[in-house]
């Protein structure tokens, strides 16, 4: 086993240059949400360049630096430069550090992360040109960034939570980055939900593995007789303590393939992935080809050694991987547009790299992840310019050009072809159970939310459900009747009496009117 370089703010020359790498790789992309945010707060008028400038610089610079610490890894032999930045919060038996670590899994993908992100900003420069949410979509931009670093780079399982609901929030907000359209608004808050479900996996596996492993940051690599027998090759990069008990071990890791489940959207969990291509189609590369998809894979490879001691864990996720490509593969052929077939062609490669993973093919899914997104990237970027050259080589040939993958067709039986088809239409079925399972939560929710209504009008003194002195108020002028609605009214007004003789006021009138509080003549 080779050495390691464990430094902290105080170290040497040569440790404090390691140290200052590594933290500038974090702290720069959230120096630019700062930056932007600052100046998008106070109203601060920017030009479009300066925007796009302040991410080329961030990223461009968290390039040089990932590059630099990977370099040292190669010159020096090293399995990791491990560096301790301070105390997060301090329990009895139990310390949460915040903690960076550089090693031969996280540098790669910090990397590459951070050149497809900087790559991204600089074409979607001319993609949102003149947008009204031009620099909003910059800022989320940069705040997706920081939480991909902070989740690659990470000492720890406490750290890479904080990433992971960075990378969560804003992949949520730019979904719906349309928001004037009820579409993105209602797919941004279904990924929103399946990321608040599922992430519950990773903050209670992190609080169960400190609980009986002692300690959640990632340590050296492990002997290489621990390893699983069928992995291509050793992996020598930092993982987290292993629990003694079996039982622990597997419960800890089937609650991060809980976590793994929603972020890269594996079956049952999967609908949100087509869904969230409602967004500005830059961050669907950015995100749902090439990043954070990928982000549940690179989670398994880092706790890897908790599935070497959790067979049942490990079949489990085979079994994830492979129903997720399968079901990938079908649905995705029956897509009407370019976006949702790329959704699906990025979910079969990330099952089938779940799959390598659970194989212990470890070694082959770093090269299938990176070269999986960069190309899936390039494709959905592509993928206007695709249609409109699509179109034009129809009109020269004159007729409509032939569809390939004909010979996946030729497999299925004549008479299950019908079937398959109407599963494809259908999604699965996915929504159809997802509803069914959730609508007695969600009733017993509503349950719980009337009951509090209920007590907090009780508790206020008010009668009927309703708030004292707030009423829906109807004034009608001519042949339009505006309503006000949470207007306060007076005691009179209650009663039925009008508020003046030419205005006449109706309590509750008008509740059925339009959105925009102008019934139509006659109502």
């Known amino acids: 086993m080779r050495h390691a370089l464990t430094t902290n703010l105080s170290g040497g020359a040569h440790g404090g240059v390691m140290t200052a790498l590594l933290l500038a790789a974090v702290v720069l992309p959230a120096a630019g949400v700062a930056v932007q945010a600052v100046a998008l707060w106070f109203g601060h008028r920017r030009s479009e360049r300066a925007a796009v400038t302040v991410v080329a610089i961030v990223f461009g610079a968290v390039v040089l630096a990932t590059a630099a610490l990977g370099v040292d890894l190669l010159l020096t032999g090293r399995d990791l430069i491990d560096v301790q930045v301070g105390t997060w919060f301090a329990a009895p038996g139990h310390a949460w550090r915040w903690h960076l670590v550089a090693d031969r899994l996280s540098v790669p993908f910090a990397l590459s992360a951070a050149t497809l992100i900087g790559l991204i900003g600089a074409l979607s420069s001319r993609y949102l040109h003149r947008e009204p949410g031009f620099f909003r979509f910059y800022l989320l931009l940069t705040l997706f960034g920081t939480g991909v670093e902070l989740v690659v780079l990470a000492g720890s399982l406490a750290v890479v939570f904080v990433g992971w609901e960075l990378v969560g929030m804003s992949s949520a907000l730019l979904i719906a980055f349309f928001h004037e359209r009820r579409g993105p608004v209602r797919h941004g808050l279904r990924a929103f939900l399946t990321y608040r479900a599922c992430d519950v996996g990773l903050l209670a596996g992190t609080a169960l593995l400190a609980g009986t492993a002692g300690s959640v940051d990632l340590a050296s690599p492990p002997a290489p007789a621990t390893g699983w027998p069928g992995q291509a090759g050793w992996t020598d990069w930092a993982q987290v303590p292993v629990p003694a008990s079996a039982v622990s071990a597997t419960i800890v890791a089937l609650l991060l393939v809980l976590a793994v489940v929603g972020k890269s959207a594996l079956v049952p969990a999967s609908g949100w992935l087509p869904r969230a291509m409602e967004g500005p189609t830059p961050s669907s590369a950015i995100f749902y080809g090439a990043i954070s998809v990928h982000l549940g894979p690179y989670l398994l490879l880092r706790t890897h050694a908790l599935l070497d001691g959790a067979p049942a864990a490990r079949v489990v996720v085979v079994l ?133 209504r209920r007590a907090a009008d009780r508790i206020g003194g008010a009668r009927g459900g309703t708030t004292p002195g707030v009423a829906t108020l109807s004034l009608t002028l001519g042949n339009r009747t505006i309503t006000v609605p949470g207007a306060t009214a007076a005691r009179g007004t209650a ?29």
Request: charged share 20%.
């Open 320 to 452: 994830l991987g492979l129903a997720t490509a399968l079901h990938a593969t079908v649905v995705g052929r029956v897509q009407s547009d370019i976006k949702s077939a790329l959704a699906y062609a990025s979910m079969t490669q990330v099952g089938l790299i779940v799959a390598e993973i659970g194989l212990g093919l470890y070694l082959l899914a770093i090269p299938h992840i990176l070269g999986h997104a960069a190309v899936r990237s390039a494709q959905i970027l592509r993928s206007p310019s695709l249609l409109h050259d699509r179109h034009h080589l129809e009109q020269a040939m004159g007729r409509t050009l032939p569809h390939a993958g004909r010979h996946l067709e030729r497999l299925v039986p004549a008479r299950w072809q019908p079937r398959l088809y109407r599963y494809a239409l259908e999604r699965g079925y996915l929504d159809v159970w997802l509803r069914r399972l959730c609508a007695p939560i969600a009733r017993l929710l509503r349950a719980v939310d009337e009951g509090q």
């Open 495 to 523: 009663a039925g009496g009008p508020v003046s003789r030419s205005a006449p006021v109706r309590e509750g009138a008008g509740r059925d009117a339009p959105a925009d509080g102008v019934a139509p003549r006659g109502q």
